[in-house]
């Protein structure tokens, strides 16, 4: 199957023990817990996936390939966004406000959960990489001049490696499709986001 674009990358802060969302505004990401990296951040460029397979080793008997062990997956993305946010940047790289304006390492990464929604090739539908709970890192800022002539933007490069999750089964990563007649939009963003539920759900 064909993907189609960037559609939109959602982000949560998880508790590192209990995998669960947490929704604060100042403790998470927001009140609800997610924030969508949207219009108002300019998006996101580029969410560049590897290591969804595991790597494979051959195992050789008799001067033949007897066998292939396959290794557990381990996935990283490599984002570009655009304008992120400065201080949910801080917050998923574990940067801690020191009360006056400035920011330095708490000493520990916080666990982040990332939905990544890109669509099919003709738009009908869309294809989700939902990882539970992973760590944030940003280790370079290029930062350069203007010239007289136009304006020298750098963008928010941000790498994500992904853990295990227990909500998938112990797996890194989990794939959803709109397109399957059984697919449950609120068990997705309830698996992927350790229990969210939607504020603005009709409660019954």
């Known amino acids: 199957m064909a993907l189609v674009g960037l559609k939109l990358v959602t982000l949560g802060l998880v508790d590192n023990k209990t995998q ?3 929704a604060d505004a100042d403790a998470g990401l927001s009140a609800s817990g997610i924030v969508a990296i949207d219009s108002k951040m300019l998006g996101t460029k580029t969410a560049n996936v590897t290591g969804l397979s595991g790597s494979t ?5 008799n001067n033949v390939v007897q066998d292939v062990m396959v290794g557990p997956s381990a996935p990283a993305v490599a984002f570009n966004f655009n304008n992120l946010d ?3 940047k801080n917050k998923i790289l574990g940067m801690v406000s020191d009360g006056k304006g400035g920011y330095t390492f708490g000493g520990s990464i916080p666990n982040t959960a990332v939905l990544i929604e890109s ?19 940003a280790p370079s800022q290029n930062i350069a001049t ?14 994500y490696t992904a853990l295990t999750t227990d909500a998938f089964n112990g797996e890194p990563y989990k794939l959803y499709y709109t397109g399957d007649p059984k697919f449950d939009k ?13 504020p ?4 019954r």
């Open 20 to 22: 669960k969302l947490i």
């Open 57 to 61: 080793t051959k195992v050789p008997g």
């Open 86 to 88: 400065i201080l949910i």
């Open 119 to 137: 669509q099919t090739l003709d738009r009908k539908n869309s294809v989700f990489f939902g990882f539970g709970r992973g760590i944030m890192s």
């Open 186 to 198: 609120a068990n997705m963003m309830k698996e992927v986001f350790g229990g969210y539920v939607d």
């Open 146 to 159: 203007d010239t007289d002539t136009a304006q020298t933007r750098e963008d928010d490069n941000v790498t």
């Open 200 to 203: 603005t759900a009709t409660k």
